[in-house]
């Protein structure tokens, strides 16, 4: 089964940017299968933030619309999430997900600080 691997978590300051990375286990998994990002706060549900279809369509959460951005490489093996003028609210952990074949990353850590 494909796996997901996060990375490009850290501490930032308010206003600031973050690129945010998903790599699968097998090449051209994201050619084949709609990729998301959630996220989940300390205390809170998981929730959805953007989903990039096969089809290359993105759909945004409204709290990230205009200031996220999903995306995949030319390979099909990695996806992005760029972040930008981040806010305390945003902080959380992502996660990628395949819903279609419901597979989950093990997450990386995002803060906001001042």
């Known amino acids: 089964q494909v796996q997901l691997v996060e990375s490009g978590g850290g501490l930032v300051q308010p206003g600031e940017s973050l690129r945010l990375s998903c790599a699968a286990s097998?090449?051209?998994?994201?050619?084949?299968?709609?990729v998301a990002w959630y996220r989940q706060a300390p205390g809170k549900e998981r929730a959805w933030v953007a989903t990039?279809?096969?089809?290359?369509?993105?759909s945004y959460a409204d709290s990230v619309k205009g200031r996220f951005r999903i995306d995949r490489d030319d390979h099909g093996n990695t996806a992005y999430l760029d972040m930008n003028n981040l806010s305390t609210e945003d902080m959380a952990t992502y996660y990628c997900?395949?819903?279609?074949?419901?597979?989950w990353g093990q997450g990386t850590q995002v803060a906001v600080c001042a």
């Open positions: 097998s090449r051209n998994t994201f050619f084949f299968n709609d």
């Open positions: 990039h279809s096969v089809n290359r369509e993105r």
């Open positions: 997900n395949l819903s279609q074949l419901g597979v």
